[in-house]
């Protein structure tokens, strides 16, 4: 067989049934082997729509995403999805062309050096130029995709080697045993907990990307603390779970904020004390002993020291940290959490007139409650109304562009997410900015009658950049104006996307309702105040008690 | 404070792993004054040698170089020694 079918034979015997991707001159010989070799390749509009939708795949599926691209400038049109994915921790493998062995390095048609250019946003990498080495990097990229901290891996393979004779072998990837921490470690966090009078829990992502979901609500259920989310970690919890408090940091609820300065323990699990979460750095949790929880060695003590240092997988970890405590024993603590939680709920009455995107989201997701769903976002505004006023019940229901922040997200990740997993209600809620960074992804809709669902949420701005040069660039706006934006409506019917277009609160139920309930792909678009903010906000650089609330601009 | 210090890193001779291992250096803001690789015949291990410095933690770069996929080893010599450094192996 030739290299190029023993890669895809590889990856379905590594249970990949789909792959994203687009050809082009270097990478026809696996386009061949794909006619017959039984896995469906989804052919996106853009290879930044192919990687985002591999990684939507990978994040709802907790399975590996696969994105195919030729050499050259289908290679450099998968960095921002490979960036994507390694900010994230997701899996994800990159397979692209490159020009024959010969050529590397002439400076060929079409010849980049995408393993040189990639060697900041992969977790690992290969160039294949010899049929010898073929076998061996495909199982290590799988593998390594995967295993303790997820993360892109990119194979990169010469078109002679795709076309060169190999012997049809089967080796499969192996996983390493998880580590665990050592017992001195986890007996000095069991004791920090035991000490503590106001123990607070911080859950991130790499909950979900371990799995250990069910571990941690035990663990919780348990210890009786309080619990905030970064915006990768929301659903670690059920949204209206009692120790829930919300998300933390700069667009954290006031709860969240509050219960992380007043706390005396942080138990970080999959987190890394990102600025977004933290805010000045000196100033978090400033009162707080801090047990790090987490798969990635580099990532314990990196930003902030951590007291108790537990390394290793975190199911197992998780399962021995709860067998060495018992409930916090500071009632008060979570009641406390609690009622400041009832005191600052969002308000949901707008100063202005015209839709309120937070109450339209929050009513979505009430009207969602019924049915499983999965809501993509993109990046800006929406993004933070989505985190702060859906409900979401396991983390991977939740998919959001966190540590990249990449607009274009939404829409191919949705895309990945609904093929990943057919029975959910999928929706993306998106921007008039972002939107148009991947809205060729439309004819993928069609063409495979994927029924994502797009909520398009139109400020006629850049609104996430004019809220901040509102706040702090003396309202000098400079290029956020989308007013001249196309009609969305019609530009989702040119595409064959069945849409509907609503400016007022009286029109919101029943648009509600069709959307949600239709069989087919279908878009939104919600026209908004352009003036709106999100609150409440944490100025970047500040304390996270000093956050402010809704002014206009 | 900006300190100096002096790394040994024993790595499986793959493609790109002084790359790697340069790139990240300067990535996570370390200087870099000195550095040195050399192959151990009959071996796919390659020793080397990096004197590096700045004022943000060694010991998170140490971590950082040990994620490497195929960095196997990496340690702190004490005393730092120009001549043994640059004549390594
Ligand atoms: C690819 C990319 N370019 C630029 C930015 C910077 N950015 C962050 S939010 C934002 C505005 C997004 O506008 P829109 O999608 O309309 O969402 P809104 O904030 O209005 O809800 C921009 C330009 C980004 N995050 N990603």
Redesign the pocket.
Known sequence: MRGADFLIKALKEHQVDTVFGYPGGAIMPVYDALVDGGIKHILCRHEQGAVFAADGYARASGRLGVCIATSGPGATNLLTGIANAYMDSVPLLAITGQVNSNLVGTDAFQEVDIFGLSLGVVKHSFLITSIEELPDAIYQAIQIAQEGRPGPVLLDIAKDVQLANIDDVTITATNKEATVADKTSMQKAAKLFSQSKKPLFYAGGGIGMANAEATFRELVNTAKAPTVTTLKGIGALPHNDPHNLGMLGMHGTKAANLAVQDCDLLIAIGARFDDRATGQLNKFAPKAKVIHFDCDAAEISKLRQADARILGDLNKNLIKFQAKINACHNNHWLEDCQDKKHQHQFNYNSATEGIFAPALLKRLSEMCQNHPTIVTC?????QMWVAQHMGFNKISEHLSSGGL????YGLPSAIGAQLAMPQHRVINV?????IM?NIQELATLIRYQIPVKLLL?D?Q?????RQWQHLFFKNRFSEVD?SDNPDFALVAKAFGVVSNSISQPSQIESALDEFINSKSSYLLHVSINPDENVWPLVPPGKSNSEFIERSYS | MKTQSDLTIVAKNSLGILERILRLVRHRRFILNNVSAHCEENSNAVNIRLVVESDRDLGNLMLQLQKLMDVIEVRQSHEYQLRNCLGYG
């Open positions: 993109d990046v800006g505004q929406h922040g990449a607009m274009g998106s921007g008039d900015g972002s960074m949420l400020n701005r850049l609104g996430m950049v989308l």
